[in-house]
């Protein structure tokens, strides 16, 4: 009959213990044992007990006493030696570490006999495991092999206990050796076991993963280090310098960032960022914000409107990637530095009498973020006084709140002197950043200098109130000759200035409205001349046609000034510049 057919016939029981008989191979009858029964041998199962059912093909377990230490250590392919005493002396070396160091002499102190253990530094080691009977592990060290190889290899020393020596010979091969805290054989002697695994293709491999990554961290410093101003420039009025360090050697670049921009009329931008991300990815979008930024300084925007372009770019660039930002603008004639914040630390300002002040609000989220309006703060920064903008690097330590760290470059601040980039350093210093801090650091250090004898005489302004209609031009005329040639000006340069003015005048005249201002500065590198009035719509340049009664001033301030510019300022109406550089100062924008 069919086996299957058969068994459905029986209960669920039965069908199980039918099928697991017919799958059973028979077996033929065991005779009863000798001594009818008797408990087993060594070695062997015991008996089943009555009436139950024998344990199919039951083989005897082998018996590991039968194995001898040298059959076990020796076939083991991780390197072995056993030494016992205090002077390590050799009891046992396999066959693996013989073929990698040379076959070693039983009895031999290690200090003489194992030199290889010595120069890895094992021997203080196995002092210890030998005093305290508790097993130690050295991870990867660099073995010399004498066969010119070389491996990475983890020892593990482990306290044991060894009998007679005089058995084989010194223990060599290896017979009477015991577990720790046994009692051994003979009047037992402790020793210690070394087990050196071969982990050279782990190693091998850690090695060029860190290899790959020092590559990779070094391209990111050098485009990071390309990315920043290779110089500052340097404005008339501010002495500027500023600093970068990367993080250690552990750690991968992020995007911190600087720069000093000149926008004209003696104003300068100062920025500073930092890209929330790390390695080449986060130096390359640092890269195009830093150039973006430069790009909007040239619009002369209040730095909320500069923040406002630069958050929907960064979203486009990389909306994985967030950004802190602060942009500021430093207007001498006012003494004040006004600013915008996107999600960065606070800008710290040291009054003339060494009080340092906190920006305050207003502060926006991270650039990259959207949907926020950006606000512009300002705070006083006059002659005497100077300021530190820098990345969170500088401040933040692990296990600390990042004020702590505000409240140390507070204090640090407030004692530092010098000049921008000995500042720079010292607060450095100070903050306790190494070369292997664990984040990149990046500061702007600014100084707006109180200036004395000859260096005042370089420096002077002059301001006349406009108040409209016919007279208006023939005065501006008459202040700016008058003043120019108090301040010793060549006959060509007073000549040409006092025609910007009037051209600016009249601009300000025919398009502007009232209050009217003619404002002319004078630094150690260049004129400048400029007219404000309560209309903000900008000047721009254009080709006036010959029948053109109008339309030609801003081309003429244009060809005749080194540089022009217009920017709607912060009370509403909009001012209109033009720089000369002085001759012999090579000055620039």
Not at 88 to 113: K, M, Q, S
Not at 247 to 258: E, H, I, K, P, Q
Not at 486 to 493: A, C, D, I, K, V
Request: with cysteine.
């Amino acid at each position: 009959m069919n086996f299957t057919r058969w068994s459905a016939r029986l209960p669920g029981t039965q069908r199980r213990a039918a099928a697991r008989a017919d799958r059973t191979p028979a077996t033929p009858p065991q005779p009863p044992p000798p001594d009818g029964g008797g408990p087993a041998g060594p070695g062997t199962v015991p008996a089943a007990r009555a009436g139950s059912a024998p344990a199919p093909d039951t083989e005897p377990v082998p018996r590991l006493d039968a194995l001898s230490v040298h059959d076990i250590l020796g076939t083991v392919p991780a390197l072995v030696a056993v030494v016992y005493g205090p002077e390590h002396r050799i009891a046992y070396v396999n066959d693996a570490y013989a073929t990698l160091f040379g076959p070693r002499a039983p009895g031999a102190p290690a200090r003489e006999a194992l030199p290889e253990l010595v120069e890895l530094g094992l021997l203080p080691l196995m002092d210890q495991v030998l005093r305290s009977r508790k097993p130690r592990t050295v991870k990867s060290r660099r073995a010399p092999a004498a066969a010119g190889r070389h491996g990475y290899y983890t020892f593990t020393c482990t306290p044991i206990d060894i009998g007679d020596p005089g058995v084989g010979g010194h223990g060599a091969t290896g017979e009477g050796l015991t577990g720790e805290g046994t009692a051994g054989h003979g009047d037992g002697r402790r020793g210690v076991l070394v087990f050196a695994a071969d982990v050279t293709d782990q190693a091998e491999a850690a090695e060029r993963l860190r290899a790959s990554e020092r590559r990779q961290r070094e391209a990111a410093v050098t485009l990071q280090r390309s990315l920043l101003p290779q110089e500052l420039e340097q404005p008339d009025d501010l002495r500027v310098a500023a600093t970068y360090q990367p993080g250690g050697s552990d750690t991968a670049v992020g995007g911190d960032w600087y720069d000093v921009i000149t926008l004209g009329a003696g104003r300068t931008a100062l920025v500073i960022g930092d890209v929330m991300g790390r390695g080449v990815r986060a130096a390359a979008v640092m890269g195009q914000l830093r150039t973006a930024v430069r790009a909007y300084a040239r619009l002369d925007l209040p730095p909320h409107e500069v923040l406002q372009l630069l958050d929907g770019l960064a979203a486009e660039i990389d909306a994985t990637q967030i950004a802190t930002c602060v942009y500021a603008v430093h207007d001498p004639n006012e003494g004040r530095l006004v600013y915008a914040s996107a999600g960065h630390l606070p800008i710290l300002v040291r009054d003339p009498d060494g009080i340092v002040h906190r920006a305050a609000e207003p502060t926006g989220p991270p650039l990259g973020t959207g949907g926020w309006l950006h606000t512009s703060g300002s705070m006083p920064l006059g002659p005497g006084s100077s300021a530190v903008l820098y990345t969170d690097g500088l401040v933040e330590r692990r296990h600390e709140d990042i004020d702590e760290g505000v409240a140390a470059l507070e204090r640090a601040f407030a004692g530092a002197t010098g000049s921008p980039q000995v500042m720079c350093d010292r607060l450095i210093r100070a903050l306790g950043v190494t070369q292997e801090h664990d984040d990149d650091v990046a500061m702007l250090v600014l100084q707006h200098p109180f200036r004395t004898g000859h260096d005042a005489e370089l420096f002077h302004n002059a301001a006349l109130e406009l108040l409209g209609g016919i007279e208006a031009a023939p005065r501006a005329r008459a202040f700016a000759s008058g003043v120019l040639a108090s301040w010793r000006f060549p006959t060509e340069l007073r000549d040409l200035g006092v025609l910007a003015a009037s051209e600016l005048v009249a601009n300000s005249l025919q398009h502007g409205e009232p209050p009217m201002r003619l404002r002319l500065r004078r630094t150690d590198r260049r004129l400048i001349i400029e007219v404000t009035d309560g209309d903000d719509h900008l000047p721009r340049r254009r080709r006036a046609e010959p029948a053109d009664e109008a339309g030609r001033g801003i081309s003429i301030i244009a060809t005749i000034a080194s540089s022009w510019g217009s920017r709607r300022t912060p009370g509403g109406g909009k001012a209109v510049w033009c720089e000369f550089a002085l001759p012999g100062t090579g000055a620039h924008m």
